[in-house]
């Protein structure tokens, strides 16, 4: 499915009763007249970012009217996320996103890391990537999602489970929206009905 | 007008790999990859799109006397229906070497009906069978059902296939 640019609804979500304050919601002040060298050093390198504890991210394809009842095309969330300082890309820790799609069991991802652009539309993970689908599970150490194309691609060292189907590869494409999995030299077993 | 004489001989090899039931798509279950380019599936239908070679691979029969070792450098696999689980026809390209119940088989193209049971290859094709020298021909076909080998301007051996005294 074509999809094209976006805006990327930002819902900073904050963590419920009892949870950690975010970290900053706000563009740092500018710093006291008094400040250490050691503070003005800490302000040089977090520039005008913002940090969020409990961050939602959505994209949603080109049928967007910007109703929140319209279901995204990828959603993720991080535990900490910070704005950097071009206030286009997210870096996001301890991150779960999905895949929204039609009529398909849902892509659920997990990993360590990732960062979204919101300009661009597109979002990556890494460190540990777990993605699952009924019954479809890839592990891999780092994946991108172009909005646009609607793909997920990564150029890692793959392993593929389904059933009694287990693959290798150094690295894949995939198209939710249509089924179609590319495995770049793929090694392993293809159980007939289990892919 | 130069006249082409083709020979046609059909063959019964008795080799120890016969198919003990018929051969169609449910006798085979899995395929492992040892070597390929790229695999495409479609984890909508559960079906394998395409597969880049060069390949090395095996279709996994459920009686393992029926594996098809297949090695080339282009394959494609085709389904009969959009359900099917299991491949129905392989078409295979340049530079094949196939072990198929007992043959070795050099060849130029294969194509081979999983659901029939044959097994077509055309251009120069070398088959060697266990205790006999290699037959180089123009063409063969193989039943995998009945193990008959049609074999298309065979350059046969001198002695016979079943000689084994010189």
């Given amino acids: 499915m074509i999809r094209h640019l976006t805006t990327g609804a930002i819902v900073l979500a904050l963590l419920g009763c009892g949870s950690e304050p975010p970290v900053s919601n706000a563009p740092a002040p500018s710093p006291p007249s008094d400040a250490t060298p050691q503070h003005a050093a800490e302000e040089a390198l977090t520039g005008a970012s913002m940090a969020v504890a409990g961050l939602d991210l959505y994209m949603h394809d080109d049928a967007f009217t910007g109703q929140d009842t319209a279901e995204p095309t990828f959603w993720v969330h991080a535990d900490q996320g910070e704005l950097t300082g071009d206030e286009s890309l997210w870096t996001l820790t301890d991150t779960q996103a999905v895949i929204y799609r039609d009529d398909e069991d849902d892509m659920h991802l997990t990993a360590k890391k990732g960062w979204f652009d919101q300009v661009r539309n597109t979002a990556q993970l890494s460190g540990g990537v777990t993605i699952e689908s009924g019954p479809l599970r890839i592990n891999t150490q780092r994946v991108d999602w172009d909005n646009a194309l609607g793909t997920v691609t990564s150029e890692n060292e793959t392993e593929l489970h389904n059933g009694a189907t287990r693959l290798t590869a150094i690295g894949f494409t995939m198209s939710p929206d249509t089924g179609g999995i590319h495995l770049y030299q793929p090694r392993g077993t293809i159980t007939f009905g289990e892919l | 007008m130069r006249r082409i004489l083709a020979t046609w001989i059909i063959l019964t090899i008795g080799t120890t790999a016969l ?45 393992k006397v029926n594996n098809l070792d297949l090695k080339a450098d282009t394959i494609q696999v085709r389904y009969t229906n959009a359900n099917d689980k299991a491949p129905s026809f392989i078409h295979m390209e340049d530079n094949l070497d196939i072990n198929i119940q007992g043959y070795n088989i050099l060849s130029e193209k294969a194509d081979i009906d999983l659901d029939k049971g044959l097994a077509t290859f055309t251009g120069k094709t070398i088959v060697a069978m266990p205790d006999t020298d290699p037959i180089t021909t123009q063409g063969m076909t193989l039943n995998m059902n009945t193990n008959k080998l049609l074999l298309i301007s065979p350059n046969i051996p001198r002695l016979s296939l079943n000689d084994t005294k010189p």
Wanted: net charge negative; proline share 2%.
């Fill in chain 2, 19 to 63: 198919a003990q039931n018929s051969m169609n798509t449910d006798s085979f279950e899995a395929i492992t990859v040892r070597k390929a380019k790229e695999v495409e599936l479609d984890i909508k239908t559960s079906q394998i799109t395409r597969i880049e070679g060069p390949v090395d691979l095996t279709f996994e029969a459920k009686e």
